[in-house]
């Protein structure tokens, strides 16, 4: 059967697809049952803390664990001389997780314990002797550049970076084409803009857990709270010297991640721990460790040069960008010089991005990483063009706007995308047009992100009764379960309710990537979709052993195989659970699989309004307004949709807001906690309106497009537009707290 | 170490238990009881995802000592729904999709029952108000507030 020729894209009417049914995980959820990293325990278990420095930058002269180990009640330490040596690739995240020579930010880890209960954990960390030599250290991003500046690791920068450049510098990136000199010579406009951004952190509420174990034969288990079971396994298989086939690692619900968890942090140690103390090892991190110890991504330096027609046309544009990734090599920087110009069809165009190293935690991935604030700095100098031309921002940006076929600032022509819908739905929406009051300001910014497909394995049983179990690889951060059930049902023609899709562990799939890039929808429910093609393909061969008649005289529909062809209408339809309870006798139980590394994952643009008040008194900023206009492909379930929608804007309006790691002049982080470091809260915000346009992505078989990320893309610009205007004044920092907006307040005052 | 001796009430059903001095209640909850519907997000009463009610009351369980709870009546999400029979603000957060990864929910489902117990017809900034201290970093809260509003109104209906 010639199912993947089929032009469905744009005549396939959706039974399932499209509805909004109750996630399969929900019950479980709302009744306090679901089984999140920190609630798992087992026989024996000890509890795993682990000592962090409290300096930014010193050299670890020794550790003298010989205290804590004689504490009663101890059963394991371990540092970094418990780990062997690892493969290259490895070698950042092993001394990420536990210090080697030098210790490299404020709470990076410099030894473990496990003991019989946490109070004897805690008594034994303090018997730790750490003898540190304490070196200069270096937080800011364009300090860190500079040619005196202390450096964290010699002989690291790689043959991008120019001689007598800064040995923080790890990497320069270069994107663009065309004459960007040429292009500002014919400009009636040519603005250059500076921006900094400060570090945030994904903000998860789950702190990183993990319960390990281990015996003597090497055969390890690990529970975790992660975005990526397959990755965790395969890292700590290679940090600790294990086979990969002899560490079984299961997933747990996962309370939230937004990039943060497609690392390791504990779960090496814990199962180092695990492995000395011959026993099962639990680790929960406190919030004070996840924010000092894991996650945020990078603080910021940008300067913008564009040029603009008074028409609007962008002549050209230019972007240098300068991410800090922490104490290895890991800052976005990249994805930052690829996106920030996407929205655009830009004739001469060039983006350079470095890549910078500082006594900060190591970057993880967040949510897009890497364009927002990109995004937000030439979203911003198009607004202050628009502006000073007295254009129409939307119209502007209509007229620059990326279209099918445009050659990418970043290199490659986009196929079919949905920029220009999510910007005329804009144009239409009553948001656009309201009026506004005094000391307020409307913002507008376009974003986009890339999507991921990648490496992909999913199993369906066809069970005996008629129900079909699916089971994947990717653990579910908003909803995937759902969506999988969806498709799986949509494509074998079965109520959603005979469907039960799990999150396998890594015993029972191949290679699996992390749930990232906005890949899981789009990968696993292509890989979805195939298997139950394949399964399909199955039972109408059973249907037609059944009949005897051809194979290829049976076709599927609505649930059922029927002959076709001159066969047609001979034989009754016989049902998915009809062909299910007599399997055993036609050849066996049926199943589909498919494993794929998925290609074809769709961009995703999208256009966000937003109305802001500024408190000319205090700088303070309330946010009245929100609108998200954003390409979903095709929404499997829109209310899973909808909620990334919303919670990347609100995610972006904390960042552009609120949200800042701030170091102190001795280099330790001086807002570790939920209190200091304010994540929006329900008081804050308004109800964030959206917007689903869907242009089916011709790579997936029903037209979808990852949806995560390309929510938190447009939100810094957005608001920081409508800051902008609503106080009179260009803000070019982020976050837009109230201090740093009185003062430009005031600065432009007087 | 020595260790204290507790008797409360837990979800109606009487409950004896030893701890530490220095053992939060949601320590208790979570490590000696194996109730572990309430979350720790912060162990600074700043995320709310370990709220619970204590005689009535809402608190956050990191911020009070199991030796507390000496004498008290505790409920917890595990106490929320009936048997098989979800509260009304249990259903509607499943309808509206008021959840995503699902940490903060059993939290903010404990604050708004005790929101909806002293005020069944609240504003919309009311509820912001009132859950300002549970943080969800998933939702941006918009079909949070939906479905408290919603099961709000069911309830007074009912």
Request: charged share 20%.
């Amino acid at each position: 059967m010639a199912l993947d020729d089929k032009p469905e894209l744009e005549v396939r009417v959706f039974k399932i697809v499209g509805s909004r049914p109750i996630r399969p995980d929900g019950i479980d959820k709302v009744t306090g049952r679901a089984r999140f990293g920190a609630d798992m325990s087992a026989p024996g278990m000890l509890v795993g803390l682990v000592l962090r420095s409290p300096h930014a930058h010193a050299r670890i002269r020794g550790i003298d664990t010989a205290k804590a180990e004689a504490l009663p009640g101890v059963k394991a330490v371990v540092t970094s001389a418990d780990f062997g040596e690892v493969s290259d690739d490895l070698r950042d995240i092993l001394h990420n997780v536990m210090a080697h020579d030098k210790a490299l930010y404020d709470g990076h880890a410099v030894a473990a314990v496990a003991a019989s209960s946490a109070s004897v954990a805690k008594r034994a960390l303090a018997l730790i002797e750490v003898d540190y030599e304490v070196l200069p250290h270096v937080t800011d991003v364009d300090e860190a550049m500079k040619l005196d500046a202390p450096v964290l690791h010699e002989g690291r920068s790689d043959e991008t970076v120019p001689a007598g450049m800064s040995a923080n510098i790890m990497h320069r990136f270069e994107y663009g084409h065309g004459d960007v000199e040429a292009g500002f010579a014919a400009a009636d406009e040519v603005l250059e803009r500076s921006f900094k951004t400060a570090a945030t952190h994904q903000g998860y509420i789950e702190p990183h857990a993990c319960l390990a174990s281990m015996g003597p034969d090497g055969q390890a288990d690990l529970w975790c709270c992660t975005q990526g079971h397959y990755m965790v396994r395969n890292t700590c298989a290679g940090l600790l010297g294990l086979d990969a086939s002899q560490l079984k690692v299961t997933a747990s619900e996962i309370g939230g991640g937004f990039g943060g968890k497609t690392t390791v942090f504990l779960e090496p140690v814990a199962l180092a721990l695990a492995r000395k103390a011959g026993r099962p090892v639990k680790m929960v991190m406190s919030r004070d460790e996840v924010f000092r110890a894991t996650g945020p991504t990078s603080s910021t330096s940008i300067d913008i040069k564009i040029g603009m027609k008074r028409d609007g046309t962008i002549t050209a544009g230019w972007a240098d960008l300068r991410y800090q990734g922490g104490a290895f090599q890991s800052s976005p920087v990249q994805f930052g010089a690829m996106a920030c110009f996407a929205a655009y069809d830009l004739a001469n165009v060039q983006a350079i991005g470095w890549d910078v190293v500082a006594n900060r935690p190591k970057a993880a991935a967040y949510r897009a990483p890497g364009a927002p604030m990109g995004t937000y700095a030439v979203e911003s100098v198009v607004d202050e063009l628009c502006e000073k031309l007295g254009l129409d921002r939307l119209e502007v940006r209509l007229k620059n706007a990326s279209r099918d076929g445009t050659k990418a600032a970043y290199g490659p022509r986009f196929g079919r995308i949905g920029l220009t819908a999510t910007l005329e739905a804009a144009k239409a929406h009553p948001h656009y047009t309201a009026p506004l009051g005094p000391n307020q300001g409307r913002g507008v910014a376009c974003g986009f992100w890339f999507n991921f497909g990648g490496d992909t394995c999913v199993s369906m049983s066809i069970n005996n009764d008629g129900t079909v179990s699916l089971s994947e690889g990717n653990p579910d951060i908003g909803g995937s379960r759902a969506a999988m059930t969806m498709m799986a049902a949509e494509e074998l023609g079965i109520p959603y309710e005979r469907v039960r899709t799990t999150i396998a562990d890594t015993s029972a799939l191949g290679q699996n990537e992390v749930t990232d890039g906005s890949r899981v929808t789009f990968a696993v429910g292509l890989a979805t979709i195939k298997a139950a093609r394949e399964a399909i393909t199955i039972m109408c061969g059973r249907a037609a052993k059944i009949w005897g008649i051809d194979e290829d005289a049976v076709f599927w529909e609505d649930g059922h195989a029927k002959p076709a062809g001159p066969n047609a209408g001979k034989f009754p339809p016989m049902s998915l659970a009809e062909i299910a309870a007599v399997a055993s006798n036609t050849g066996g139980p049926i199943a589909g699989h498919h494993e794929v590394n998925a290609e074809g994952a769709g961009v995703s643009f999208a256009t966000h309004l937003v109305d802001a008040e500024v408190d000319p008194e205090t700088g303070a900023v309330k946010i009245l307004r929100y609108t998200v206009f954003q390409d979903a492909g095709k929404a499997v379930h829109p209310a899973y949709v909808e909620g990334q929608f919303q919670g990347g804007a609100v995610q972006g309006i904390g960042w552009a807001l609120n949200e800042e790691y701030i170091y102190g002049p001795d280099g330790r982080l001086q807002n570790p906690g939920f209190l200091d470091y304010r994540i929006p809260v329900a008081s804050d915000l308004p109800m964030i309106d959206t917007v689903i346009i869907e242009v089916p992505n011709p790579g997936h078989p029903y037209g979808v497009r990852g949806v995560g990320e390309t929510s938190i893309v447009p939100p810094l610009a957005a608001v920081a537009n409508a800051v902008s205007a609503a106080a009179g004044v260009r803000l070019t920092e982020l976050p837009m707290s109230p201090p740093k907006v009185l003062e430009a307040i005031d600065a432009a005052g007087d | 170490m020595t260790q204290i001796h507790v008797s409360t009430k837990i979800n109606g059903d009487a409950v004896e238990f030893l701890c530490e001095a220095q053992e939060t209640l949601l320590d208790v909850l979570r490590d000696r009881l194996d109730l572990t519907g309430a979350k720790e997000g912060c162990s600074t009463g700043d995320c709310g995802a370990c709220s619970v009610t204590v005689d009535g009351r809402l608190v956050c369980s990191c911020l009070m000592l199991g030796a507390e709870a000496e004498g008290r009546e505790i409920a917890t999400i595990e106490g929320m729904a009936a048997g098989e029979v979800l509260h009304p603000l249990q259903q509607k957060f499943l309808e509206h999709a008021a959840l995503q990864c699902g940490i903060c929910t059993p939290g903010i489902l404990v604050a708004a029952e005790a929101l909806l117990e002293k005020n069944p017809d609240p504003t919309e900034t009311e509820v912001r108000y009132w859950l300002a201290g549970n943080l969800c970093r998933c939702t941006g809260y918009d079909k949070i507030v939906r479905a408290v509003m919603d099961a709000a109104e069911q309830m007074r209906g009912a």
